[in-house]
């Protein structure tokens, strides 16, 4: 019984905190102005086109080629993304979903990433 009248007290008391925003003029002023902000961003998006590899011999080769060429796509960023793959499973394991999903997802990426960034490329 007591729980029944709780229940109906606190229902009707969301339905009016959430019909008074609902109503408030600021507020449906500030839900405006979000959707004319996100609309603006949208529409006035630059296209984005991907960065090609620097030629031999240009400004800062050298970085790009110890970075992306031995890292990235060496054994670094292959064993990087396997232990990201092999953490995201062990957290999966823990009932840790958020991590496991992130972690694989990101070492699929860092294992992929050459292949990520040249479909890119041909898509921009």
Same mark, same amino acid.
């Given at each position: 019984?007591?729980?029944?009248?709780? #229940?109906? #007290?606190?229902?009707? *008391?969301?339905? &009016?905190?959430?019909?008074?925003?609902?109503?408030?003029? *600021?507020?449906?002023?500030?839900?405006? @102005?979000?959707?004319i902000?996100?609309? !603006?961003?949208?529409?006035?998006?630059? @296209? !984005?086109?991907?960065?090609?590899?620097?030629?031999?011999?240009?400004?800062a080769? &050298?970085?790009?080629?110890?970075?992306?060429? &031995?890292?990235?796509?060496?054994?670094?960023?292959?064993?990087?993304?396997?232990?990201?793959?092999?953490?995201?499973?062990?957290?999966?394991?823990?009932?840790?979903?958020?991590?496991? !999903?992130?972690?694989?997802l990101?070492?699929?990426a860092?294992? *992929? !990433?050459d292949?990520?960034?040249?479909?890119?490329?041909?898509?921009?």
């Amino acid at each position: 019984m007591f729980m029944r009248r709780f #229940k109906r #007290k606190l229902s009707r *008391k969301y339905n &009016d905190i959430s019909f008074k925003l609902m109503s408030s003029p *600021k507020v449906a002023q500030g839900m405006g @102005i979000a959707l004319i902000a996100g609309g !603006a961003v949208l529409v006035s998006a630059n @296209i !984005a086109s991907a960065i090609t590899a620097p030629a031999s011999g240009s400004f800062a080769y &050298d970085i790009y080629d110890i970075a992306v060429n &031995d890292m990235v796509k060496g054994p670094i960023g292959y064993i990087g993304g396997l232990g990201a793959m092999v953490w995201g499973a062990f957290s999966a394991i823990q009932q840790k979903l958020g991590m496991a !999903a992130c972690s694989i997802l990101g070492g699929g990426a860092l294992i *992929k !990433a050459d292949a990520i960034t040249q479909s890119l490329g041909l898509i921009f």
